[in-house]
């Protein structure tokens, strides 16, 4: 069950509950109206407004053809207000100043805000009164759990599988040199060695790195060699944050050890994730650390620009640790949300439900039919702008158990996902991460560069995650 979350800081949310109060009409998701005039004998239109940060086109040309297929799929005129960037700023802006939305598409940290906020509708009864929600072979019974609030009721319902994190490998250079997948620590390190001074991409120069990240992220398949689990960890009822304690101190003199004999790519600390793909995709180096999702993209990628490439990306698992425990990160749960004050709660989980289905499915990978995927004798064909987007417009892989892509998963993805889903765990982290990891970044990443001591790093992190009582 979630803990209740902390106090917002955020000033624009302070307000929120009171405005939602009185904007709420009736909040009840089996009876809803959208709001709309409606003559005697004429049927209402059904609308939907809501707020997404990853679901919809890959365009703003194409997320205005999303909605209009959204339509054309459930009868219900949908407005997908879709944030460019600072997604969950608008969002609380627009809760505070009292607009209203039916839906919205939220990770956890967000929805435990939201909750302290008590400005979200309970879903339990809507979720036991589905066919297809409660279907227990569209959403397994023990993935609700991770969604329970501190008053034991559920107040999201997912929009996707989400995946995890780990180790990604180039395969194909770890054949070239005759090397296994490593398990242990001395075995990773043996392994990005040779990618750094074996000439793996055959240019006869040692140009290439053998491992990249994006800073800190995701280091954890790493961390897992000493037992440190990333985000929170509450131990005998203290909060803690691994990454902060001693036990972490041997990794951080692990990846000391490769960024000195430039083994680790040395703009790592700067790197956002792009740059570290970027680097992974055009042979600059053999390992880096992201979402099991991307070992398909990776794969995809190179295959759609030259068909005869030998090039394989394969998710490995992280080391194990001392007790022989393996800690995987899982991503945390994405789900819908519907506000108190929305106008139309009824509708709003007519279109969850046509998600979570079989043509919701479909929508959500594959896309807008005619453009994205054509259908002829029920046989799918991807076109140009299909292949380029990946089978992701929200959803790349769903709970949904009655439904197989037609296409199949991208190249390493169903592997990759299995270690997730038998080794992966969701990290605990809440609205103050993104001050928390300043301070984790700030030495952890000079620590990891040789600048400091890994345990003066450590011993800085504690001292100030102390004193912004981000910490017991």
């Avoid at 993209?297 to 090039?311: A, E, H, I, Y």
């Avoid at 991460?433 to 620590?447: G, H, S």
């Amino acid at each position: 069950m979630r803990k209740k979350g902390l106090k917002v800081s955020l000033a624009v949310v302070l307000s929120s509950t009171m405005l939602f109060a009185a904007g709420c009409g009736n909040t009840d998701s089996s009876a809803g109206s959208n709001g709309n005039s409606q003559k005697p004998g004429e049927e209402t239109r059904k609308e939907l407004r809501m707020m997404v940060g990853t679901i919809g086109g890959k365009t703003p040309d194409e997320h205005e053809l999303f909605e209009k297929e959204a339509e054309r799929l459930t009868g219900i005129k949908v407005t997908m207000e879709k944030p460019a960037s600072g997604f969950n700023d608008k969002l609380l802006t627009s809760i505070s100043s009292g607009e209203k939305y039916d839906l919205v598409q939220v990770d956890l940290p967000l929805l435990e805000v939201l909750y302290d906020q008590g400005v979200l509708t309970p879903l339990d009864d809507s979720i036991k009164g589905s066919k297809i929600i409660s279907d227990t072979s569209i959403f397994p019974e023990n993935e609700w759990e991770q969604l329970k609030m501190s008053d034991g009721k559920i107040y999201g319902i997912f929009t996707k599988l989400q995946g995890g994190t780990m180790p990604t490998v180039r395969k194909d250079w770890l054949d070239k040199l005759g090397l296994q997948e490593p398990k242990t620590l001395d075995e990773y390190y043996e392994v990005l060695k040779a990618f750094k001074e074996k000439d793996p991409d055959g240019n006869g120069k040692a140009d290439t790195y053998g491992l990249s990240t994006a800073g800190l992220y995701d280091i954890q398949g790493f961390m897992s060699a000493a037992g440190v689990k990333a985000g929170y960890v509450t131990k005998d009822g203290k909060r803690t944050i691994p990454y902060a304690t001693e036990a972490a101190i041997p990794i951080y003199e692990w990846f000391a050890k490769l960024y000195k004999e430039g083994i680790l790519d040395p703009n790592f600390a700067t790197n956002d994730s792009g740059k570290m793909r970027d680097l992974f995709l055009t042979d600059r180096v053999g390992m880096v650390t992201y979402w099991d999702t991307w070992v398909g993209t990776f794969n995809n990628t190179r295959k759609q620009q030259d068909p005869n490439t030998t090039f394989e990306a394969k998710g490995l698992l992280p080391v194990a640790g001392p007790d022989g425990k393996i800690l995987m990160r899982r991503g945390e749960p994405n789900v819908w949300i519907i506000p108190v004050n929305s106008p139309d709660p009824k509708t709003a989980m007519e279109f969850i439900e046509f998600w979570s289905t079989e043509k919701g499915n479909v929508f959500a990978t594959l896309g807008i039919e005619g453009h994205d995927y054509t259908v002829t004798d029920g046989k799918y064909e991807l076109t140009q702008d299909g292949k380029d987007h990946n089978l992701d417009h929200g959803a790349p892989y769903v709970y949904n158990t009655n439904w197989t892509n037609p296409f199949g998963s991208l190249p390493g993805v169903k592997e990759a996902k299995q270690l997730v889903m038998e080794y992966g765990t969701v990290e605990k982290t809440g609205k103050d991460w993104k001050d928390i990891e300043k301070i984790i970044n700030n030495y952890a990443l000079q620590a990891m560069q040789g600048k400091i001591p890994a345990a003066d790093a450590v011993s800085k992190m504690n001292k100030e995650l102390k004193a912004a009582k981000f910490i017991d």
